[in-house]
C-alpha cells in the first residue's frame, strides 16, 4: 500500500516551454503533498507543501510565479515549471502524507521523481 | 533551524557484513524521525518510522534506534545484501511541520 505515482519520468524540452509534472496518490487520501527539489549528489530541498483545497506554501526563495502548484483533490497534485529554462534542470521529487493536522505524524510516500531537461 | 548530519557519507562493505548508519539532528524537537533509501535517478522508499515517544522499529534486517534527547539515530542493516546499495537517508519531522533531510550515507555492498 501507500503508493505514489509520478509521471512523467523524464522530461526533456527547449527552453521557454512549460512543463506539467503529476503526482497522484494511489490508494490513500493525500491530505497534504509536498514537492521537493534534487541536485546531483545532493539531498532533496523542499520546495512547496499543499494542502488539498489550499493555495500551496513555498519555502523561502521558491518563485511561486514560476513553480505553479495545484491539489485540487485529495489524490492529485500538479506541478508546473512555468518558462523553464535550463537553470530550471533538475530532479523533481512529489511526496504525499494523510492525516489532517499540520504535524501529522503519518509518513511520508514519496514518487519517483521526475528528471526535467531544459534545452 | 533544524541541521541533519549523516556519518559516514559513503561507506563499502562486503556482503554479509553487519553495518551501521548514523543521523543527528540539532533540534530535538521533533515528532518522529524517517529512515528511507534512495537507488540512483529514483525517488525514496520508506524503510522505517520512529515516533518522537519510540526508542526503535524494526523491519527485516533493518532495525532504526532514536535517542531524541542526544539527537542521534542509528541504523543497523544486518547481513548485508548486494540489493541493499544504495543512498540512505534519514529525515527528522520537527516543530517547522516538514521533514529535513540529513545529507546521505551512499552504501556499497560488494560480493
Known sequence: ????????SWVICKSGTSVKIECRSLDFQATTMFWYRQFPKQSLMLMATSNEGSKATYEQGVEKDKFLINHASLTLSTLTVT???PEDSSFYICSARSGQDLYSNQPQHFGDGTRLSIL | KQEVTQIPAALSVPEGENLVL?????????????????DPGKGLTSL????????EQTSGRLNASLDKSS?????????????????????????????????????????
Open chain 2, 71 to 111: 539527537g542521534r539515530s542509528t541504523l543497523y542493516i544486518a547481513a548485508s545484501q548486494p540489493g541493499d546499495s544504495a543512498t540512505y537517508l534519514c529525515a527528522v519531522f520537527g516543530t517547522a511541520s516538514k521533514l529535513t533531510f540529513g545529507t546521505g550515507t551512499r552504501l556499497q555492498v560488494t560480493l
Open chain 2, 22 to 38: 548514523n543521523c543527528s539532528f540539532t533540534d530535538s524537537a521533533i515528532y518522529n524521525l524517517q529512515w528511507f533509501r534512495q
Open chain 2, 48 to 55: 522505517l518510522l520512529i515516533q518522537s515517544s519510540q526508542r
Open chain 1, 1 to 8: 500500500g501507500a503508493v505514489v505515482s509520478q509521471h512523467p
Open chain 1, 83 to 85: 518558462s523553464a529554462h
